[in-house]
């Protein structure tokens, strides 16, 4: 008799929990809108803030804006997978959308400052945690000037707190390189590697 060969449980891709982050200015908002124009198919996850809408930032597309009030609510229901305080506002993930999103099947994405990467990680060591920087002091100042968004005194605090973020980049799966007016390769490198972990022959397996 025959030996049956399971060839089909061979390659069983498992949706996959991917945290983009890096320092302000690094790109990373940048990068989801390039992923977001290619055929890759992926949740990303909306961000729930008590700051207020920038000009241009469409509520449920770029965050879901609340009151403070609102998002206290949220920490004490116990609804938020992360949450942390980001230059003085809150920013924090609604469990059931990241559980939703995995639960169809789709890879999920989320961009995070480096401590909310750190939390996640801890809270699901099987995400994969991409540290994204820009490959130059020169070109990541003239970037975070050019967007404009910021104070003098907030852009230094981004500037300090960036320097520290920097160090724990090893603490990360990949470090992908965002160079100045390459964005469309770091989204590359960035499905690459997505491509890859698909490939693995353990898969990671998210269990929130
Ligand atoms: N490769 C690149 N070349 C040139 N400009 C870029 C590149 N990547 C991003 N930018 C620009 O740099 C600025 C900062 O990018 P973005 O807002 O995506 O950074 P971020 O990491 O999301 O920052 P924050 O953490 O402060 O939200 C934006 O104006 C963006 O258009
Ligand atoms: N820890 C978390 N950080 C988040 C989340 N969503 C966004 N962010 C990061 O906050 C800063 C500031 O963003 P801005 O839009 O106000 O400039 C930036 O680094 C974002 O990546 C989150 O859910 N948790």
């Known amino acids: 008799m025959e030996e049956t060969v399971h060839l089909r449980n061979l390659h069983q891709p498992q949706p996959l929990l991917v945290v983009i982050s890096g320092p302000s200015g690094a790109g990373k908002d940048a990068v989801v809108k390039a992923l977001k124009q290619t055929n890759y198919s ?3 996850v909306v961000t729930t803030t008590d700051r207020e809408p920038r000009p241009g930032e469409v509520h449920g597309v770029d965050y879901y804006f ?3 009030q609102e998002f206290e609510r ?3 229901a116990d609804e938020l997978l992360e949450y942390s305080t980001v230059y003085n506002q809150f920013k924090g993930i609604h469990k059931s959308q990241v559980r939703d999103a995995l639960a169809s099947g789709k890879d999920v994405i989320m961009r995070l400052d480096v401590q909310g990467a750190e939390k996640v990680r801890k809270m699901c060591p099987d995400a994969v945690l991409i540290f994204l920087a820009p490959e130059s002091e020169e070109a990541w100042l003239l970037r975070l000037h050019t967007r404009n968004t910021e104070t003098d005194e907030a852009f230094q605090v981004r500037f ?3 320097k520290k973020e920097l160090e724990d980049a090893k603490k990360f799966d990949y ?3 965002n160079a100045h ?3 469309d390769d770091a989204a590359q490198t960035i499905l690459s ?3 890859a972990e698909h490939h693995r022959t353990t ?3 998210i269990q929130l």
């Open 42 to 44: 992926f949740h990303f």
């Open 66 to 68: 609340v009151s403070t």
């Open 74 to 76: 949220m920490i004490a």
């Open 160 to 162: 300090e707190t960036a």
């Open 175 to 177: 470090v992908v390189i």
């Open 181 to 183: 007016n390459q964005l």
């Open 193 to 195: 590697i997505i491509e």
């Open 203 to 205: 898969p990671r397996r």
